[in-house]
C-alpha cells in the first residue's frame, strides 16, 4: 500500500493554464505538507495543513491555493500557470505540527512542466 | 534564519569506498536532523535522524552524529554500492514553534562507480 499518494505523476501544460495536483495520505497522520523542488533540485517548504487548516504559508504566491477537504488529502491548485512553476512538487505528511522530531513521508512527486 | 550548509557534488566514489556527506546548520535552540534520499525518478524517503545531541542515527550502514558543539551532522558510510547512487538532503526541522517544516540543504549528488 501506497502512503502518500500524489496524481499525476506528470503534467505538462501551457503557460496561462489552471492546473491542479491531490494528495492523499493513508498513515492516518493529522499533517499534511507541499514542497517545491526546482530544477537544481533545492527543495522549499510551500504551504502545511494540520487537520484541515492551514498552519505553514511560506510567501508563495497567491495563484497558488491549497485545499483540504479532510486531514486524509490535501490538494494543490495553480492558477494562470507561469514557466518559472515548472518544477516537482512533493507532498507529505507527519503525525503531529508541534513534534520536530517527527518523520516527514514524502510522497513520489508531480513533475509539471510548463511550456 | 534557520539553514542546513551541505558538501557541492557530485561526490563520485568507487565501489567499496568510504564516504562522507559534510552538513552543518544554524539554528536556534535545538533542532531535529534528518537525512534523506532520493533514488532517480522517485520521491524522498528518510534515511536516518537524530533528535538531540550526541545521537547517532543509523540506516542500511549510514550513520550521522548530531554535534551540537560543531554544529554538524556528516553523512558516513564504511563501504558504498552502486545502489547507493542518489541524491542526499540533509535537512532540519526547528525546535519550538507553531509548526514543523523541514528545512533542506541543497542535496549532494553521490555517484558510485563498479
Known amino acids: 500500500d501506497t502512503a502518500v499518494s500524489q496524481t499525476p505523476k506528470y503534467l505538462v501544460t501551457q503557460m496561462g493554464n489552471d492546473k491542479s495536483i491531490k494528495c492523499e495520505q493513508n498513515?492516518?497522520?493529522?499533517?499534511m505538507y507541499w514542497y517545491k523542488q526546482d530544477s537544481k533540485k533545492f527543495l522549499k517548504i510551500m504551504f502545511s495543513y494540520n487537520n484541515k487548516e492551514l498552519i505553514i504559508n511560506e510567501t508563495v504566491p497567491n495563484r497558488f491555493s491549497p485545499k483540504s477537504p479532510d486531514k486524509a488529502h490535501l490538494n494543490l491548485h495553480i492558477n494562470s500557470l507561469e514557466l518559472g512553476d515548472s518544477a516537482v512538487y512533493f507532498c507529505?505528511?507527519?503525525?503531529?505540527?508541534?513534534?520536530?522530531?517527527?518523520?516527514?513521508?514524502f510522497g513520489p512527486g508531480t513533475r509539471l512542466l510548463v511550456l | 534564519g534557520d539553514s542546513v550548509t551541505q558538501m557541492e557534488g557530485p561526490v563520485t566514489l568507487s565501489e567499496e569506498a568510504f564516504l562522507t556527506i559534510n552538513c552543518t546548520y544554524t539554528?536556534?535552540?535545538?533542532?531535529?536532523l534528518f537525512w534523506y534520499v532520493q533514488y532517480p525518478g522517485e520521491g524522498l524517503q528518510l534515511l536516518l535522524k537524530a533528535t538531540k545531541a550526541d545521537d547517532k542515527g543509523s540506516n542500511k550502514g549510514f550513520e550521522a552524529t548530531y554535534r551540537k558543539e560543531t554544529t554538524s551532522f556528516h553523512l558516513e558510510k564504511g563501504s558504498v554500492q552502486v545502489s547507493d547512487s542518489a541524491v542526499y538532503f540533509c535537512?532540519?526541522?526547528?525546535?519550538?514553534?507553531?509548526?514543523?517544516?523541514?528545512?533542506f540543504g541543497t542535496g549532494t549528488l553521490l555517484a558510485v562507480q563498479p
Open positions: 498513515l492516518g497522520h493529522d499533517t
Open positions: 535537512a532540519l526541522s526547528p525546535y519550538g514553534g507553531a509548526t514543523n517544516k523541514l528545512i
Open positions: 539554528a536556534t535552540g535545538y533542532p531535529s
Open positions: 507529505a505528511s507527519s503525525g503531529h505540527p508541534r513534534e520536530h522530531q517527527e518523520t516527514q513521508y
